[in-house]
């Protein structure tokens, strides 16, 4: 069965301090991942996308890694700001054509506290 | 600047009502999607559509119905609303590319519709 899980389910930081958030999935074959920043009573925000050639893409204070053998990404956030509280999710491609369909995690929320 | 709009952003309707939530982009793309979205839990697809006068149901159930006449418009409408549809539904297209390699789309969402039936 083809899954994304993500953990911690919630997250709290102070203000400055650097965070690491995880997602494992089993989705087959795979394509590309994604991650997204949601704010409370947002969409979802695209961060990065990265297919399986790429083990690390940047976008500002946000790093996301991936490790296609073990099938594992993470989202690092450094000197974390009041900004960055919203749930955070992975999203995973199963494939590269137009029929590619996506799975969603649930979720971490991440609060970022002064 | 937000290229996917919906409206209404939140709208409180009694049972049995007949609603249409709107999705508009301005960015050509022919891939549009609607997600179904409760409090922790992960995005739903309940319908898609690839281009103009196609459309399709997607993995979750859903008693609604989608339309796409034009490229930038995907509208969706319930007929007669229950308190089991109450929910945040989020509209998205995708298009454009954030890697070389094929199915890299990136997905855009609106901001999203809080539908809440009594």
């Known amino acids: 069965k083809n899954q994304v899980e993500q953990s911690p389910q919630s997250l709290i930081i102070l203000e400055g301090k650097n965070c690491t958030l995880q997602?494992?999935?089993?989705?087959?074959?795979?394509?590309?991942l994604r991650w997204y920043k949601q704010d409370t009573g947002r969409g979802p925000v695209s961060l990065t996308i990265m297919t399986f050639s790429e083990n690390t893409k940047s976008n500002g204070r946000y790093t996301a890694t991936l490790d296609a053998d073990t099938k594992q990404s993470s989202l690092h956030i450094t000197a974390s700001q009041l900004s960055d509280s919203a749930s955070y999710i992975c999203v995973v491609s199963d494939r590269g054509s137009t029929l590619g369909r996506l799975y969603f995690g649930r979720g971490t929320q991440l609060t970022v506290w002064p | 600047e937000a290229d996917i709009y919906q409206t209404p952003r939140y709208l409180v309707i009694g049972t049995g009502k007949k609603i249409t939530l709107e999705c508009s982009q301005t960015m050509g793309h022919d891939k549009m999607y609607w997600y179904q979205q409760d409090p922790g839990m992960e995005l739903h697809l309940i319908h898609y559509s690839y281009g103009v006068n196609s459309t399709e149901k997607g993995d979750l159930s859903s008693e609604s119905t989608v339309s796409r006449i034009r490229t930038e418009h995907f509208p969706l409408t319930l007929e007669s609303a229950r308190p089991s549809h109450t929910s945040q539904y989020l509209c998205?297209?995708?298009?454009?590319?954030?890697?070389?390699?094929?199915?890299?789309?990136?997905?855009?969402f609106g901001a999203g519709s809080r539908l809440t039936v009594l």
């Open positions: 998205a297209s995708e298009g454009g590319r954030q890697s070389e390699l094929p199915g890299a789309n990136v997905l855009t």
């Open positions: 997602c494992n999935y089993t989705v087959s074959p795979f394509s590309n």
